[in-house]
């Protein structure tokens, strides 16, 4: 079979009469849902990827075809390859197995194309005769249940299912029947309800999409939980799935849908009485009296009658209390200006935790806030609904504080907040419209908490910061919102993780969908980023025991814990799969003794030099992180698992070897300094601080720390060529015996070393395998949206499983799948954050045009580290719009090469079905690998389809594609040839 692959053509070639071992294989993942006659990627689990190693891959291009390098040699092999095959899942009948054509082969993937004599349904696809392998593709892939009240529903209320093929999409464009069965976990009969097939009306989120559906639960059903299993058609023999959402640690896997009656608000009225209007008319004292009242009666409604009410101080409800006005169109609330050290942390929030809520009143804050509602940590079942906020800090801002102003004068250090900062479970944000100097909605800097089970929907926002933070958000639902941005510092709806200090960081389980974004200039522009930080080891693991299949046992040892994060492979046996971590622990140190590397972290002691452990091989006299065999020394400043980052080491003695090959990320949160080996003097010394290496005694197992250089007296080593130091006596300065070396006594390594998944990975790891393990982001749906006028949308360091599809675009910088390494020699970010699973399918760039630095050139000479954000660079898409980057993608985009050239930190990437109608196009591009682009057309562009053949590791497919014909085929116009004329130069 022949299919497009790099822009040209691909022929699998086999060797006659050889044979291939494909026992030990298994197909982990499918790209789906997936329709007949189009490709899928397919991922494949083998031991390091063997499996493919019998293709002989011959590449056929065209002479016009221009490139950055050559296009791949073909790879030759004596083993026949093994042949994908599919059939009809159940309910289609049995057709038998057909073999599948095959394309973009890598050790760990590959791309095949699903017959179109098939009918939309599920599939079963496994290696030719090889049963073990077999993996159903186009069954529902639920990801979270959504009820009437968030984490719950109620009888006559309604839930939603949010995930992957909840739909499937025939070749004709319709989606199938969805339908959820409840079976009670008491015992009982199940009950089958079907999806609304359209919207269902204003303001309900009713649309059916492949991503999301939408049911009526009827009225009346029984309180209780209920087992749910989804399926994405009405067949009576198709196959479901059983949810099995990943909430936290403790719970691993939610399978159940609880139904339980709504809350109960206490209907007793305690209504506002101030005097309207008149010169010093303060309603504070009515205010809080009502407030008051209805605290001291355990709950109730504050309820404000038309009228102007104007305030000093926080409204400061109890659990229970509902602030509820005529109107917000006849009720406003002013609240007295405040200055940095004068204003509240809110002015609207709840004594403590608990149910609270407003709606129908207009609030106005005039000068510096913190800010103006806030959902305390802890809060559930509260509410924010059709009021609207007017925040604007700098309005007529006083030159001096208490002088008089006509607001001609604005002291532009005040600073700005948040209209909403949000934390707990049941939060609903729904029809306000609000105006924000600062951010509007935002979990930033709201303590140790975090935000699940929100709905923020049919709002009108407009924002002078950020429209959303979504730290920390989980299983949640933003849809149907507007927002514009009303400054020039103004940015988009971002998924990021800072490290929020809740423990869990996590982002995941949202459905963004219908929502409008538009002029947003501020920071990078950017519409939406899922930026992360963070990550407690890169590295490898030992080989997994299979009566612990959920345990991972790491090479090193990690540099704190990531409970919930992910557990990604890089590279080796199972790359391109991921699990969630649910516990980790310690383990015993063992010891350290050559020609073994290194199994551990461990305290560096003296050792009997026959134990010791080389620190680099012995060349100029000092010690190399390019040396081998690659062992370096880390200065820990803070305890292992501490919550400082700190880097003023100074003095501190505490010291750990760091092997460099691993990856070991302790260097982030750490400090790395390298050593330098003084031949006159005899001395070990770190590089920046100039102290000296030593240990205060002669003995074995004596620890190893640092110490002021004081002359004659400065401890001094001898330098074996071997790369090992040995201890110099400090009366006699002559050879002791003793080197650096590691603790070989028992104990828990400084840092856990054992971690264990939510579930087996398709195939066994072992020490090929190198993971990552860092926060977790993904499952995160962007459907329909319109994006105009700012900068990228980006799927920018970790996204796992996710999509953004049928979105429309104008003026706007991109939509790219970005993943990126953490920093070389262990500068900045800690985890590696891969782009896996990732997919964008039917998207529409309806205007190509968009802001860009056009004048701004790159002199690297100057500041190397800012060549990526110019012309060309690693961190630009322009001139094209749809891109799969990395952030060290080496040479041509970045000078030097990548940290790793063995890893694609982009894999399993989709583009499908989308559309530029000007002035863009499509590049792959980094270290991306397994990368889909078909059935895409570019129109009225100068650009096409472009390949990075140097930086990308294969397995990139394109399929009836249509790109403008006055293109090259894959152009690039940063290229210039080797031997291009001066024209063309």
Not at 192 to 211: D, Q
Request: some cysteine.
């Amino acid at each position: 079979s022949t299919m497009g692959v790099w822009g040209g053509v691909l022929t699998v070639v086999m060797a006659a009469g050889a044979v291939c071992d494909v026992t030990a294989v298994k197909i982990f993942w499918v790209s789906e849902p997936v329709t007949p006659g189009q490709t899928a990627l397919v991922g494949v689990a083998s031991i390091n990827g063997s499996w493919s190693r019998g293709f002989t891959e011959v590449l056929h291009h065209g002479a016009t075809t221009t490139s950055d390098h050559p296009l791949p040699s073909a790879r030759s092999s004596s083993t026949l390859p093994p042949q994908f095959e599919a059939r009809q899942g159940a309910g289609a009948g049995n057709q038998g197995w057909v073999p599948l054509a095959t394309s973009g082969v890598t050790d760990y993937g590959a791309a095949v194309v699903i017959p179109s004599t098939f009918v939309t349904g599920s599939y079963d696809i496994r290696v030719s005769g090889v049963n073990d392998s077999l993996y159903t593709a186009n069954v529902p892939r639920p990801w979270y249940l959504f009820g009437d009240q968030a984490s719950y529903a109620t009888p006559g209320g309604s839930v939603r299912v949010v995930g992957d093929g909840v739909a499937l999409r025939t070749p004709e464009g319709v989606l199938t029947a969805t339908t959820i069965t409840l079976t009670p976990t008491a015992g009982g009969k199940a009950i089958t309800l079907h999806a609304r097939s359209g919207p269902g009306g204003a303001g309900v989120g009713a649309a059916a999409t492949i991503s999301h559906a939408y049911f009526d639960l009827p009225a009346a059903i029984e309180v209780g939980l209920y087992t749910a299993t989804v399926f994405n058609t009405d067949n009576r023999d198709a196959v479901g799935t059983q949810l099995c959402t990943f909430l936290s640690p403790d719970t691993p896997c939610l399978s159940t849908l609880n139904i339980s009656r709504p809350i109960q608000w206490d209907p007793t009225r305690f209504v506002v009485n101030a005097t309207q209007p008149g010169p010093g008319r303060d309603a504070t004292k009515a205010v809080q009296t009502a407030i008051a009242a209805a605290a001291q009666h355990g709950g109730g409604i504050v309820y404000f009658p038309r009228g102007t009410y104007f305030i000093r101080g926080p409204l400061v409800v109890a659990p229970g209390t509902r602030l509820v006005g005529e109107s917000r169109e006849l009720v406003s609330i002013y609240f007295g200006e405040d200055s940095s050290t004068t204003a509240p942390p809110a002015y609207i929030t709840s004594s403590s935790p608990g149910p609270w809520g407003a709606t129908e009143l207009t609030f106005y804050v005039t000068a510096f806030a913190n800010n103006i509602v806030q959902f305390k940590p802890g809060t559930h079942d509260a509410f924010l609904t059709r009021t609207r906020i007017r925040f604007n800090s700098y309005f007529c801002l006083e030159p001096d504080q208490g002088r008089g102003s006509r607001g001609r004068n604005s002291d532009w250090s005040h600073g700005v907040g948040v209209a909403v900062l949000l934390a707990g479970t049941n939060l609903f944000v729904t029809d306000n419209d609000i105006y924000s100097s600062g951010d509007v909605v935002s979990t930033r800097s709201n303590g140790a908490a975090g935000a699940t089970y929100m709905h923020i929907a049919r709002n009108r926002f407009w924002n002078g910061g950020t429209t959303h933070w979504g730290i920390s958000w989980k299983q949640s639902i933003y849809e149907d919102n507007e927002a514009t941005g009303v400054s020039i510092t103004a940015m988009g709806s971002n998924y990021p993780q800072y490290q929020h200090t809740d423990g869990a960081p996590h982002v995941q389980n949202i459905y963004h969908h219908n929502n409008s974004q538009n002029m947003v200039w501020g920071n990078d522009r950017e519409m939406m980023t899922s930026d992360a930080g963070g990550g407690v080891y890169v590295g490898f693991v030992e080989t997994q025991s299979a009566s612990t299949p959920t345990q991972i046992s790491l090479a090193g040892s990690a540099a704190g814990t990531q409970p919930g994060g992910a557990l990604c492979v890089l590279s080796g046996t199972a790359t391109g799969d991921c699990r969630r971590v649910v516990s980790s622990s310690g383990a015993p140190i063992k010891p350290l003794k050559p020609p073994m590397v290194p199994p551990n972290l461990a305290a560096l002691v003296l050792s009997p030099c026959a134990d010791a452990y080389p620190l680099s091989t012995f060349s100029d006299g000092t010690i190399s992180c390019n040396a081998a065999p690659d062992l370096v020394v880390v200065v820990l400043c803070d305890p292992p698992g501490h919550g400082s980052s700190s880097t003023q080491c100074g003095g501190n003695n505490f010291l750990e070897p760091l092997v460099l090959t691993q990856n070991d990320s302790w260097t982030a949160q750490y400090s790395t300094q390298y050593f330098a080996y003084n031949k006159a003097t005899r001395t070990l010394t770190l590089k920046k601080s100039g102290h000296c290496v030593g240990s205060t005694t002669e003995a074995a197992n004596a620890p190893i720390g640092l110490s002021t250089c004081s002359g004659s007296t400065a401890p001094q080593w001898l330098a074996h060529p071997s790369g090992t130091y040995e201890m110099l006596s400090a009366t006699t300065r002559s050879p002791t015996g003793m080197c650096i070396g590691a603790s070989a006594s028992g104990g828990s390594v400084a840092g856990d070393k054992v971690f264990t998944v939510d579930s087996p990975f398709a195939m066994l790891l072992d020490t090929t395998s190198k993971i990552t393990i860092l926060p977790f982001q993904g499952h995160i749906a962007f459907n329909g949206n319109d994006y105009s006028d700012g900068g990228e949308v980006q799927f920018y360091s970790t996204m796992l499983g996710s999509q953004a599809n049928w979105n429309s675009f104008s003026r706007t910088g991109g939509l790219t799948s970005w993943a990126r390494y953490g920093a070389k020699n262990g500068a900045g970010m800690l985890g590696w954050g891969a782009n896996f699973r990732n997919s964008f399918i039917g998207n529409s760039v309806e205007e190509g045009n968009h802001v860009w630095n056009y004048n701004t050139l790159p002199n690297p000479s100057q500041d190397p580290s800012e060549y990526p954000y110019f012309p060309g660079g690693s961190k630009t898409i322009e001139p094209w719009f749809f891109g799969s980057l990395t952030n060290d993608q080496g040479a041509p985009i970045d000078p030097g090469p990548p940290i790793d050239a063995n890893i694609a930190m982009n894999r399993f990437i989709v583009f499908r079905d989308n559309v530029v109608k000007s002035n863009g196009g499509m590049v792959v591009r980094g270290t991306s690998a397994n990368v889909l682009v078909e059935g895409s057309m570019i129109q009225q562009s100068d650009v096409g389809i472009h390949v990075n053949m140097t930086t990308t590791k294969g397995g990139i497919v394109l399929v009836n594609n249509t790109e403008p014909k006055n293109v090259p085929p894959n152009y690039n116009p940063y290229y210039v040839p080797p031997n291009a004329s001066d024209s063309h130069k």
